[in-house]
């Protein structure tokens, strides 16, 4: 089936490819496309299949998860693949550094097979893995860095609307909590996301978030709320 979500797993340990395989390959709109066992075969792999969703170990012999996510990342021919990185231990440095490379969000490798399937069809839509939780734990990790914000002059082209857009979805807003803030409709709220997205050229959701902290257009707080 031409529809079903394409999906690549690049890891190192050939039981989590085995049993992520399984579970995935046994849904009807889903279908693994090719493993990796490392970062270098895995990019070479996306190039050849091109899948939707490729999900990346963060630490691996060799390319690690981060530099395969930036290569993967900095490919045009790539643009429609969603990186979603895998991790033991959760957020942390190495996730924070992939996360900024183009990653569009992560998970943690003991995920609930329901989560994961979810995971997976919500990466291949688009949009960022990035719960409010998952949000509210980057802004303390901006919290805890030393104040440095860089304007890009991207951000100049943004109008008041699309600032106020790419505010809440640093906020860990989705398109249809935006809308009801916003009072406009939910396609209205896509649009600016879009526009927005289009405008800063981040490739989705999560380097929407980090972009917005990082430039200084939201700040965090010590409570771990954000401030306009």
Do not use: W
Request: net charge negative; proline share 4%.
């Amino acid at each position: 089936m031409s529809d079903r979500i394409a999906v690549l797993l690049v890891d190192d340990q050939p039981l989590i490819r085995g049993g992520f395989r399984a579970l995935l390959d046994a849904e009807d709109d889903i279908h693994v496309v090719g493993e990796a066992a490392d970062g270098a075969e895995g990019v070479a792999l996306a190039r050849t299949h091109r899948p939707d969703v490729a999900l990346v170990d963060i630490q691996m012999p060799g390319l690690d998860g981060v530099e395969t996510t930036r290569q993967i990342a900095a490919d045009p021919n790539l643009a429609g693949v969603h990186v979603v990185i895998l991790t033991n231990y959760g957020i942390d440095e190495y996730v924070f550094d992939a996360l900024r490379a183009g990653a569009a969000g992560f998970l943690v490798k003991d995920i609930e097979p329901a989560d994961l399937l979810s995971s997976v069809r919500v990466a291949a839509r688009g949009d960022a893995l990035l719960a409010p939780v998952i949000t509210r734990r980057l802004i303390q990790e901006f919290v805890s860095r030393p104040r440095t914000v860089h304007v890009p002059a991207e951000l100049t082209e943004l109008t008041n609307r699309e600032r106020e857009v790419v505010a809440l979805v640093a906020r860990g807003l989705s398109n249809d909590e935006i809308a009801e803030t916003m009072v406009i409709s939910p396609l209205t709220a896509k649009t600016h996301v879009s526009r927005a997205m289009t405008k800063l050229r981040v490739r989705d959701r999560a380097q929407l978030v980090v972009f917005a902290y990082e430039c200084g257009l939201v700040s965090p707080r010590r409570d771990g709320r954000t401030g306009g």
